[in-house]
């Protein structure tokens, strides 16, 4: 089992920046990749980025590249995603997710952070 709390969303302004961290109570966190995920009210929840147990690969969603950096800490048990030049449309609440380093399907959830922006 591994629980996934979520900290660090506002609000803020556009152009802003916001780092959102997510701490998980995995007992080996270097069996999970990481992802961070958004669902904005009336919209599904989509992928925002994703970093592999040892933090060698990332991937993103096109509209975060350039702007999102996914990056973990392995001793912290923390993954963190640090938010640049946000917009208005990257209004959402922001989840983080754990799947098993072998797995395609993330099995662990947060319960969400809130990022709000401002035009």
């Known amino acids: 089992q591994v629980q996934l709390v979520e900290s660090g969303g506002g609000l803020v302004q556009a152009g802003g920046s916001l780092r959102l961290s997510c701490a998980a109570s995995?007992?080996?966190?270097?069996?999970?990749?990481m992802g961070w995920f958004r669902q904005a009210p009336g919209k599904e929840r989509e992928f925002v980025a994703a970093?592999?147990?040892?933090?060698?690969?990332?991937s993103y969603l096109d509209s975060a590249k350039g702007r999102f950096t996914i990056s973990r800490d392995n001793t912290k048990n923390t993954v963190y995603l640090q938010m640049n030049s946000l917009k208005p449309e990257d209004t959402a609440l922001y989840y983080c997710?754990?799947?098993?380093?072998?797995?395609?399907?993330?099995?662990?959830w947060g319960q969400g952070t809130q990022v709000t922006v401002s035009s």
């Open positions: 970093i592999t147990w040892s933090g060698s690969d990332t």
């Open positions: 995995a007992r080996t966190f270097t069996n999970y990749a």
């Open positions: 997710a754990a799947r098993w380093f072998s797995s395609p399907h993330y099995a662990y």
